[in-house]
């Protein structure tokens, strides 16, 4: 039940009461018992409404039976148990009238004013992509045996569209290709370590809770790179807002671990025959 519906019950049975003594002149009690008679017939008749089977009724129609459960014990009452006072004091009277009014006016307005209009829904943030780029876009790799380059390298965070408000920190993506140049060791690859550097040569932060950017190569053995092998790794790794702030940044340095170890190829001869020849 909504305070709409329980106000018009208040309200009819309010009105009902004051009216009692304006369009019955002789039997009652006074405006104190006329209004408590209204309520107590207006409430029950709709909660009687409302239990036999019409919960989702209009306001028009709450009204009417309000009014009329509230008319029923007024009307009872000058029939059964009338009072032989001649009237009403010409100050009851006058209450009678200027509340009447009043709540004449505000159930007038409730039934027939403007349908409260639902709250606009909030219009789901739009999320987009902001790409920056890294110039140049590739690096070449050379550490020790170990060569190869950094391409396709971009930083992207996510922000809400409008306020620019950042949803996402942000990142630097890029491809990885090493390749093991040696003709007589064999690779094995341990770790990769990004660091950024501003132009004073200091290495630039990260914000606390991030992770420190890594390149993590695949598990033991397929993170071997014989002599000319070559192995291509997927980048993405978290990158400091500070390093985004105008000249800034000067460089990205990768550092690479590895083991190598001795390559040996040997022939070895089998002496054999074929069908005993």
């Known amino acids: 039940m909504s305070f709409v519906i329980f106000a018009t019950w208040v309200l009819v049975g309010l009105l009902a009461g004051l009216l009692a003594g304006l369009v019955m002149k002789r039997g009652g009690y006074g405006l104190k018992r006329d209004i408590t008679l209204g309520l107590v017939g207006s409430i029950g008749g709709s909660v009687l409404l409302r239990t036999v089977g019409f919960p989702g009724a209009g306001i028009v129609a709450v009204a009417v039976v309000a009014f009329i459960g509230a008319a029923i014990p007024i009307v009872a009452q000058r029939k059964i148990w009338p009072t032989e006072s001649a009237g009403e004091e010409k100050a009851d009277m006058w209450w009678r009238w200027g509340l009447g009014a009043a709540l004449v006016a505000v159930v007038a307005w409730?039934?027939?004013g403007p349908t409260p209009q639902p709250a606009a829904t909030a219009t789901a943030a739009v999320i987009e992509d902001k790409t920056y780029t890294v110039t140049p876009a590739a690096m070449k790799v050379k550490a020790g045996i170990v060569t190869g380059e950094v391409t396709e390298m971009k930083v992207t965070e996510r922000v809400e569209q409008g306020s620019g408000r950042v949803v996402s920190a942000a990142k630097l993506t890029a491809k990885v290709v090493l390749k093991n140049s040696s003709a007589n060791q064999t690779v094995r690859l341990v770790a990769g370590t990004i660091k950024y550097i501003d132009v004073q040569g200091q290495p630039i932060k990260l914000e606390e809770s991030r992770t420190e950017p890594t390149l993590k190569?695949?598990?033991?053995?397929?993170?071997?790179?014989?002599?000319g092998q070559e192995a291509t790794q997927?980048?993405?790794?978290?990158?400091p807002a500070e390093a985004l702030k105008a000249k800034k940044l000067k460089e990205i340095r990768l550092d690479?671990?590895?083991?190598?170890?001795?390559?040996?190829?040997?022939?070895v001869h089998f002496i054999v025959s074929v069908g005993g020849q």
């Open 234 to 239: 997927s980048l993405d790794v978290d990158f």
């Open 110 to 112: 409730m039934i027939l």
């Open 217 to 227: 190569f695949a598990t033991y053995g397929s993170d071997r790179l014989d002599p």
């Open 256 to 267: 690479l671990a590895y083991i190598p170890s001795p390559y040996l190829e040997e022939t």
